[in-house]
């Protein structure tokens, strides 16, 4: 089977070398990626704006009846009618049963007067944002959670969206899931917009994540398979550097969109632009080789080797062949991964290191509003920091190590993050710098997991080991936002438990074994039955599978 496999990227990459495996054809399709690749962080990260609970306090009219705040400055109103905390800030949930004049001339004798639960609602401070889900739905004080709640959702159906588009592409092809994938997150996206309800906002919510999962799948599919394995490293930046720009962009957006619902609609926008492109984007000629589709790979084949310049694929029997050794070579499944006991622990290593590095990342990626600093400025400097993160450690893992470089990060992350619970409140400016040299050190890790996973899978499973360790990816995203609600039993807690899952993960990422220049592993014997140290005469193939990860990095 090992040899089917090799033979198989083999042919393949010859038939790319003649019509040229990277040149204008493939700047195209990349060109044609990007636009839905940058709106992907700005869905994803999209609760640290809409969600935002701003200042607010019980609405006071109802206790002036009678006039009797006729005569009464606001301020004094507030005095009267509302608790204070030991900050001297009025409570946000809590109202006298009745208005206190004597705290007018002794405003300090107010610990022991009975309050109730504010009883009209809310006034809120509109001065950052115009309106938010909580100024909308009034998801405040008991329902506070119900905020936050709405990034769960929208990650369980990224992670539902992935199980099955994961399925559909294979079945269907690239490009007319593609289209599907398109469609759903603009109509959902849109939809969503106009919600007049929580709960139909979150099912639509709900269903822009699972399009989205379908969009992150594809498109970068796509781009990997249409070029060759010297350049699909370069495909892997891109698709990195995608991210961090549409990362960047959403605080642009926000700082610009104070609406909760323009909002949605401005980051969903380039998706309907994208679904107008569409039309040019060529299907995956290997996926039409595997399914047997030959005239059809023939003549997108032909489309490249034109734009590219070059000449038309030699052989038609060429086509033929590789299309048989392609439809053989589908015989393994996710049940692989666990039915020898090396490469059970392996799954289960990765999982764990997986789950850790997504809770981790997005953990600090969602907690923007504790440092001190703008919120739009926040996010906009943690999504910056990526960009060194990023081009840091793909120079460091090839000196270092994958493993080194995969549990320093994430132990790294973890003190960072222990450090800013001792730290007083006094000293924003060193917290915030430490949660950014965090956030850098998280995003690091994410980088290196996707390249890490894709050199310890053997060939034969090596997309259901991704399948298997995106799973644990998007359980990560999913459990996050509801990690950060636990601030109300205890303001540190969330900081704990991320920091523990940081330096665990780390620990257990000291489990693995090293990839640095020892060869890929193709056949699940390969994992059992190591054959020592050899430096790979595929070792180049790993920048080819790297890239094909990034599809779903942060994301």
Same mark, same amino acid.
């Given at each position: 089977?090992?040899?089917?496999?090799?033979?198989?990227?083999?042919?393949?990459? @010859?038939?790319?070398?003649?019509?040229?495996?990277?040149?204008?054809?493939?700047?195209?399709?990349?060109?044609?990626?990007?636009?839905?690749?940058?709106? !992907?962080?700005?869905?994803? !990260?999209?609760?640290?704006?809409?969600?935002?609970?701003?200042?607010?306090?019980?609405?006071?009219?109802?206790?002036?009846?009678?006039?009797?705040?006729?005569?009464?400055?606001?301020?004094?109103?507030?005095?009267?009618s509302l608790p204070v905390r030991e900050d001297g800030v009025p409570k946000s949930c809590e109202m006298f049963a009745t208005p206190?004049?004597?705290?007018?001339?002794?405003?300090?004798?107010? /610990?022991?007067?009975?309050?109730?639960?504010? $009883?009209?609602?809310?006034?809120?401070?509109?001065?950052?944002?115009?309106?938010?889900?909580?100024?909308?739905?009034?998801?405040?004080?008991?329902?506070?959670?119900? *905020?936050?709640?709405?990034?769960?959702?929208?990650?369980?159906?990224?992670?539902?969206?992935?199980?099955?588009?994961?399925?559909?592409?294979?079945?269907?092809?690239?490009? @007319?899931? #593609?289209?599907?994938?398109?469609?759903?997150?603009?109509?959902?996206?849109?939809?969503?917009?106009?919600?007049?309800?929580?709960?139909?906002?979150?099912?639509?919510?709900?269903? *822009?994540?699972?399009? #989205?999962?379908?969009?992150?799948? +594809?498109?970068?599919?796509?781009?990997?398979?249409?070029?060759?394995?010297?350049?699909?490293?370069? %495909?892997?930046?891109?698709?990195?550097?995608?991210?961090?720009?549409?990362?960047?962009?959403?605080?642009?957006?926000?700082?610009?969109?104070?609406?909760?619902?323009?909002? %949605?609609?401005?980051?969903? /926008?380039?998706?309907?632009? /994208?679904?107008?492109?569409?039309?040019?984007?060529?299907?995956?000629?290997?996926?039409?080789?595997?399914?047997?589709?030959?005239?059809?790979?023939?003549?997108?084949?032909?489309?490249?080797?034109?734009?590219?310049?070059? $000449?038309?694929?030699?052989?038609?029997?060429?086509?033929?062949?590789?299309? +048989?050794?392609?439809?053989?070579?589908?015989?393994?499944?996710?049940?692989?991964?666990?039915?020898?006991?090396?490469?059970?622990?392996?799954?289960?290593?990765?999982?764990?290191?997986?789950?850790?590095?997504?809770?981790?990342?997005?953990?600090?990626?969602?907690?923007?509003?504790?440092?001190?600093? @703008?919120?739009?400025?926040?996010?906009?400097?943690y999504a910056a920091i990526e960009v060194p993160a990023k081009l840091m450690i793909y120079f460091l893992i090839n000196i270092f190590?994958?493993?080194?470089?995969?549990?320093?990060?994430?132990?790294?992350?973890?003190?960072?993050?222990?450090? +800013?619970?001792?730290?007083? $409140?006094?000293?924003?400016?060193?917290?915030?710098?430490?949660?950014?040299?965090?956030?850098?050190?998280?995003?690091?890790?994410?980088?290196?997991?996707?390249?890490? =996973? =894709?050199?310890?899978?053997?060939?034969?499973?090596?997309?259901?080991?991704?399948?298997?360790?995106?799973?644990?990816?998007?359980?990560?995203?999913?459990?996050?936002?509801?990690?950060?609600l636990l601030e109300d039993v205890w303001t540190a807690l969330p900081q704990v438990i991320l920091g523990s899952v940081a330096i665990?993960?780390? #620990?257990? /990422?000291?489990?693995?074994?090293?990839?640095?220049?020892?060869?890929?592993?193709?056949?699940?014997?390969?994992?059992?039955?190591?054959?020592?140290?050899?430096?790979?005469?595929?070792?180049?193939?790993?920048?080819?599978?790297?890239?094909?990860?990034?599809?779903?990095?942060?994301?």
């Amino acid at each position: 089977m090992a040899e089917t496999g090799s033979t198989v990227e083999m042919k393949f990459e @010859n038939i790319l070398k003649e019509i040229g495996g990277f040149g204008p054809f493939q700047i195209a399709i990349i060109i044609l990626m990007c636009a839905p690749l940058i709106v !992907l962080p700005c869905h994803f !990260l999209l609760n640290n704006f809409i969600a935002v609970v701003p200042p607010h306090r019980c609405d006071i009219s109802t206790l002036g009846a009678g006039g009797l705040f006729r005569n009464v400055t606001l301020e004094q109103r507030l005095t009267v009618s509302l608790p204070v905390r030991e900050d001297g800030v009025p409570k946000s949930c809590e109202m006298f049963a009745t208005p206190q004049f004597q705290l007018l001339a002794n405003s300090s004798d107010s /610990a022991d007067l009975p309050t109730v639960q504010c $009883q009209s609602g809310w006034v809120y401070d509109n001065s950052t944002f115009t309106s938010t889900l909580a100024t909308e739905w009034d998801l405040v004080c008991d329902r506070k959670s119900l *905020t936050q709640t709405t990034g769960t959702i929208f990650f369980f159906g990224v992670m539902i969206g992935t199980i099955a588009f994961g399925f559909l592409c294979d079945k269907y092809g690239r490009k @007319n899931t #593609l289209l599907a994938s398109y469609i759903m997150v603009t109509v959902s996206g849109f939809a969503s917009a106009f919600a007049n309800s929580y709960i139909l906002f979150a099912v639509l919510r709900f269903l *822009t994540g699972f399009g #989205l999962a379908g969009i992150t799948i +594809n498109s970068i599919v796509l781009s990997i398979e249409w070029v060759d394995t010297s350049h699909r490293s370069f %495909i892997g930046v891109i698709g990195s550097l995608s991210w961090s720009a549409g990362n960047m962009l959403l605080a642009g957006f926000a700082f610009l969109v104070t609406d909760w619902r323009t909002l %949605i609609m401005t980051v969903t /926008a380039p998706v309907g632009f /994208a679904v107008l492109t569409w039309w040019w984007v060529p299907e995956s000629a290997r996926w039409l080789l595997a399914h047997g589709k030959v005239e059809s790979a023939q003549i997108y084949l032909d489309k490249c080797a034109k734009f590219n310049k070059r $000449q038309k694929v030699s052989s038609n029997l060429k086509l033929e062949s590789l299309s +048989n050794i392609e439809k053989k070579d589908k015989n393994y499944t996710y049940l692989h991964l666990i039915k020898t006991p090396k490469m059970r622990r392996l799954t289960l290593l990765t999982g764990i290191v997986w789950y850790g590095v997504a809770s981790t990342y997005y953990g600090i990626s969602f907690n923007i509003s504790r440092f001190g600093l @703008n919120i739009y400025l926040t996010h906009f400097i943690y999504a910056a920091i990526e960009v060194p993160a990023k081009l840091m450690i793909y120079f460091l893992i090839n000196i270092f190590g994958r493993r080194k470089c995969q549990a320093g990060t994430l132990l790294l992350t973890g003190i960072c993050i222990a450090i +800013n619970l001792f730290l007083p $409140q006094g000293l924003w400016h060193v917290r915030a710098g430490v949660a950014i040299l965090g956030k850098g050190l998280s995003e690091a890790s994410f980088t290196t997991v996707f390249l890490y =996973t =894709t050199e310890l899978y053997p060939t034969v499973v090596r997309q259901n080991g991704m399948g298997y360790t995106n799973f644990m990816c998007r359980l990560g995203m999913l459990v996050a936002p509801l990690i950060l609600l636990l601030e109300d039993v205890w303001t540190a807690l969330p900081q704990v438990i991320l920091g523990s899952v940081a330096i665990t993960s780390g #620990l257990v /990422a000291l489990l693995l074994p090293e990839t640095l220049n020892v060869r890929l592993p193709e056949t699940i014997d390969d994992v059992e039955k190591p054959r020592g140290n050899e430096v790979s005469s595929h070792f180049a193939e790993s920048a080819a599978v790297f890239p094909e990860s990034k599809s779903t990095t942060d994301i």
